[in-house]
């Protein structure tokens, strides 16, 4: 739900949970992020140093503290944020006969969150392994073990997430407190050794490193983009915490932090050239080494919970939208609403991080993987942004267009830079995305071609009572709940059951489960809408509607509809769940290789009664062949 804050306490109690959540991401870059640009062909001298400092700071300036915090964080849907957010409320400010908006914006939206997947899998790698990779500073001989020890890490945080992090979490912003406090401590320390490394904060500095290196350049662009590495976060993680303690975090506290960190390293760099070989770990005095490596290691935890939190919440999301099939979704937390675990998602993660840690064996061989996934959602989100902007700011041509391109062409600059490293790595996220992609628009376009078969066959409720009062019917107590997709009629189960059993129960409930493009329903007057139909009242079409964030609980929302006027008895009800067997004609435009697919998403989607959280004992499934 969104936040609303009326105290003091409060905001400061939100902003603190904000550092431990939100940051970690961008928070543990400088592990990896000033090493991997300099090994973009760069001289350790003054001018370069400079040069990178003054990339990295207006980078962060106008990508993370402009863009997301001052702007795009302010579009967001009744508080929420994130891709998935962002293109539901895209879509809900576009008309619904618009379809080929309406079509692009869901098509980038899907984008964008399958390279947030992408996203996924390389941040628990990169950031497990750049921690692990100090062991290569503090003790050489045991640098053969990095790999094994970031593997035994991520098989914990793997192991540990359908416990849920109510408890854990308790930990996260003490921990990421210490972690900030502890990368501006070691950057003042070398700042003051090499103060003119504060002048880096003129922008001359960047143009004379660009326009001197011309097209190399753009190489280096794509290395700077790991410090923007979180970014998208900010913004995802609004409806937890909300916009202002997020801005007080980033302002007040984490941004400072981190610039300290990055200018000391610098300021490092510029004393001991011979420091690249890992500046980070480096900065600090050799008693430290063995506590900063323990606490680099819980940094990077965190960093990856909260990407791993993160793609649960957007599968969710994606479920409810219809734009993947069901899944298992389980609540850790009685009190939390966004704490959930999705068993097959971790599994996947697991699987896919393991390869990869295996596969690339170091951050500096990963790095070149990262920037394609967070680029290409950061030029996602601008895009969106702007449709959503236009339509709900009221800017004028020239201010909205201005926010357009100015962030378009920065964003565009990053990706194009990133795109020069598919082949050393790049093409890792943008496979895991295709992949994705390909999946959810088989699924969409598999129910859509469903939903329509449906819609043919459906029966008006006219024809029904036609139907019954030509039949010899046997009428038996209780109430009959039928589940369907369609908003309108009664589905072919409802009639199929009429012909073939002669039955009809006392009420008749046909029931639909709409998900709206927001991510609550804030009026509970608007969860229910009932229609009677009949010369006695004996049928009801009952719509429940849940926002995309939200849990759908029938037997819930079946008591809410019985205290707005559905007459039945709730102890006295059977659920008929339709159980589709689907084939496909001949004829059909789809696809032999996307058929298959389709089938198999179906066939191994999740059930709608454990889904719906109906009663098992209360349920009767019926089959019904539908031919597409």
Known sequence: ??????????????????????????????????????????????????????????????????????????????????????????????????????????????????????DSIITPAISVLGAVEGLNVIAKPL??????????????????????????????????????????????????????????????????????????????????????????????????????PIRYAWFGFVFPALLCNYFGQGALLLSHPEAIENPFYLLAPSWA????LILSTLATVIASQAVISGAFSMTKQAIQLGYCPRMTVLHTSESEIGQIYVPTINWLLMFTVFIIVLSFESSANLASAYGIAVTGTMIITTVLSFIVIRATWHWNFVSSYSFLIIFFIIDFIFLSSNSLKIVSGGWLPLAVGGFLFLLMMTWIRGRAMLSDALENKKVLF?????????KKLVTVEGTAIYLTRSLHGIPPVLFNNLQHNHVIHEKVVVLTLVTIEEPYIDDE?????????????????????????????????????IKKGLKINEEDVSFFVGNEHITFKKSNKMPVWRRNIFLFLFKNAGSAVDFFKIPVDKVIELCIRVEL
């Open 143 to 244: 640098e053969h073990f990095v790999v094994p020890l970031t593997l035994l890490v991520l098989t914990f945080l793997f192991m540990i997430q359908d416990k849920g992090t109510a408890k854990v979490g308790k930990l996260f912003s003490p921990v990421m407190c210490v972690w900030f406090i502890c990368l501006a401590i070691m950057g003042v320390n070398q700042i003051i050794e090499q103060p003119q490394v504060l002048t880096a904060v003129n922008p001359f500095y960047a143009i004379h490193l660009l326009g001197e290196l011309g097209w190399r350049g753009f190489l280096v662009m794509g290395a700077v983009v790991l410090v923007l590495t979180g970014a998208e976060a900010l913004y995802a993680d609004m409806g937890h915490f909300g916009l202002k």
């Open 525 to 561: 007057e608007k969860r229910v809408k009932i229609r009677t139909f009949g010369t006695n009242n004996q049928f009801y079409r009952v719509k429940l509607y849940f926002g995309f964030k939200e849990t759908p609980d029938i037997p819930s929302a079946l008591r809410l509809a």
């Open 462 to 470: 006219e024809e029904l009572e036609e139907h019954i009062a030509t």
């Open 289 to 292: 080494l063995y506590p900063l």
């Open 1 to 118: 739900m969104t936040f609303k804050h009326t105290t003091k306490s409060t905001t400061a109690s939100l902003t603190l949970g904000t550092i431990g959540v939100v940051f970690g991401d961008i928070g543990t870059s400088p592990l990896y992020a000033v090493k991997e640009i300099f090994r973009e062909h760069l001289t350790m001298d003054v001018s370069h140093i400079l040069g990178v400092l003054s990339l990295i700071f207006w980078s962060l300036m106008s990508v993370v503290a402009l863009k997301y915090t001052l702007f795009i964080m302010r579009a967001n849907n009744k508080g929420e944020g994130g891709v998935m957010a962002l293109t539901a409320l895209a879509l809900s400010t576009t008309p619904k006969d618009n379809t080929s908006k309406r079509k692009f914006i869901m098509i980038i939206g899907l984008l964008g969150a399958t390279l947030f997947y992408g």
